[in-house]
């Protein structure tokens, strides 16, 4: 294992990321994105969020191994705009696009590191006063010669990859609604896909996925994640008027098959919080905490699996790995399993952890039948998953009941999985997942402050009794749910990314930049980068030659896990970096 350092000064000098207007550039040779390519893209490239649209967030690359990831070295570093940083750069035909805070996207040679244009949006002053956190952004799509992304003001757009010049943009809604478009969208079938979240304080308008024409940005299809009166769905809301439904987002990643045509997303919490402010504990409020399965064509939901009723904000937005897999759960160490399923039985399905519980659920992703379920980390909020049914049943104990009660629910709302992404390697059949041992003490309140934002407790966050290391990497089996390895440090993990050379990238809120053996979970290479992991890491090539990239800087997730582990301090630092062999 080897470790770096290098001081503030070359990383002050990084933060000239601006390009001058006078300096813009032409990106030459450029090569339009087709769906095909979307679905089969060059091992070369990263075309989307997770490189494929089956979420595994996997490059088949294997110029850098095992043997020699000892030798890595940084090749270039590029400083970053200021905001929350949690950015995945896109690579095609050797330049990289990035998307930074506050709508700016940056094109840049991903072999030099040499800026190419930049685009800067114009966003409402009054912004901030509407949107928790509005200058997120996490992904951009690719497709023909546009680069497409969603606004922090309400609006999807697209700019010419070439020269970075808007070519259209449409307003999706107000961004007075609340509405907050922090990942953005996915291209399935020449569509733009995009999913949102929904603050409390814009009723149920903001809440809904869509569907744009990528060259001209007329919307084809809205689909809502809170149903109307008389729709399907309604009879769970126990009657809560329909300007009194709100929040359930979906604000996170997006996943599609191509070959069963079927888009599949992750929703949100819904308000109230706890449930009995509401309409009690006793409804089910679809589609919140939710794996919906769409229909590309028309958004109509073809079926859906609901994850748990949440009183405790423990969102189910997170990605979702599509796998062809030999179905054999080994009944000694998985908790929840199909009684109707058959060992070894080769299933297409939706798995992952797709919730702050930690859960791994496994679903058939054709029908969203359940196959089977097990925890990671500690938890205490779901009691029992009915195999038969796929019924999830929650724990009584840790449920709110009335104003004051007062409960230690695991995870809290930092969740032991979050926005942090995990990876799927095909060579190994494992899922590897950055996971946190944290809990938290709620206390359920009952003001006009709880009212307004939709979470009717006060929460003091805590890492799990029994241990004092916050962060985990586990590599789970997609086919028994086995955990081979399992990595535990005390700062908390952050995203990952699995390689054909048998790695794992991933970093923490630490600064730590690490690559793991992806059958043993040894770390093989670290790097000290002096401020938080938080951007998406990915490997791409160029003339041949494979790199890594990442992206540092402060995010609300690592704010909140640095204040379980206190004596942590690390720069609020933004910049891209780029390492590769000699």
Known sequence: MQHFRW?????????????????????????????????????????????????????????????NVGKLRMVWTRGLEDGFQEGTPLVHDGVLYFPNPGDVIQAIDAKTGDPIWEYRGRLPK?????????????????????????????????????????????????????????????????????????????????????????????????????????????????????????QVGAWHSIAYDPDLRMIYVGTSVTSLAPKFALAGNDKTYLYHNSTLALNPDTGEIIWYYQHMVDHWDLDHTFERLLVDTAVTPDKDKVAWINPRLKPGEVRKVVTGIPGKTGIVYT??????????????????????????????TMNKD???????????????????????????????????????????????IADKWSRKVGYGFASRASITEGTDKLGTVYAISARTGDIP????????????????????????????????????????????????????????????????????????????????TPELRVSKNSALYIFALP
Request: glycine content about 12%; proline content about 6%; overall charge neutral.
């Open 7 to 67: 001081g503030a000064a070359l990383i002050g000098a990084a933060m000239l990321a601006s390009v001058p207007a006078a300096a813009q550039k032409t990106v030459e040779n450029y090569k339009p994105v087709t769906d095909k390519e979307l679905q089969n893209p060059d091992p070369a490239d990263w075309l989307m969020w997770r490189r494929t649209l089956n979420d595994w967030g996997y490059s088949p690359l294997d110029q850098i191994n095992k043997k």
């Open 126 to 246: 009054d912004l901030a006063d509407y949107v928790n956190a509005p200058m997120i952004n996490r992904n951009l799509a690719i497709y023909g010669n546009y680069i497409i992304d969603t606004s922090a003001d309400g609006h999807v757009f697209a700019i010419d990859a070439k020269t970075g010049k808007k070519v259209w943009d449409t307003e999706v809604i107000s961004y007075k609604t609340g509405v907050h478009q922090t990942s953005g969208p996915i291209i399935v079938d020449g569509k733009v896909i995009t999913g949102r979240g929904c603050e409390p304080l814009g009723g149920p308008a903001p809440c809904f996925i869509t569907a744009h024409d990528p060259m001209t940005g007329k919307e084809l299809w809205r689909t809502r994640t809170i149903p109307k009166p008389g729709e399907k769905g309604d009879e769970t809301w126990g009657g809560v008027p329909y300007e009194e439904r709100r």
């Open 363 to 392: 679903l058939d992703r054709k029908t969203g039948e359940f196959l089977w379920a097990t925890p990671t980390t500690y938890q205490n909020v779901v009691a029992d998953i009915d195999g038969a049914t796929g019924k999830v």
């Open 398 to 444: 840790v449920v709110f009941n009335k104003v004051g009660d007062r409960r230690l629910v695991c995870p809290g709302t930092t969740g032991g999985k979050n926005w942090p992404t995990g990876a799927y390697s095909p060579k190994t059949g494992l899922m590897y997942y950055p996971l946190q041992n944290a809990c938290a003490t709620m206390t359920a």
């Open 485 to 564: 390895w399992k990595y535990e440090q005390r700062a908390g993990t952050l995203s990952l990314v699995a390689t054909g050379g048998g790695l794992v990238f991933g970093g923490d809120v630490n600064g730590r930049f690490r690559a793991f053996d992806d059958k043993t979970g040894k770390v093989l290479w670290e790097i000290n980068l002096g401020a938080a992991v938080t951007g998406f890491p990915i490997a791409f090539a160029v003339d041949g030659k494979q790199y890594v990239a990442v992206s540092t800087g402060p995010s609300v997730q690592g704010g909140a896990l640095m204040v379980m």
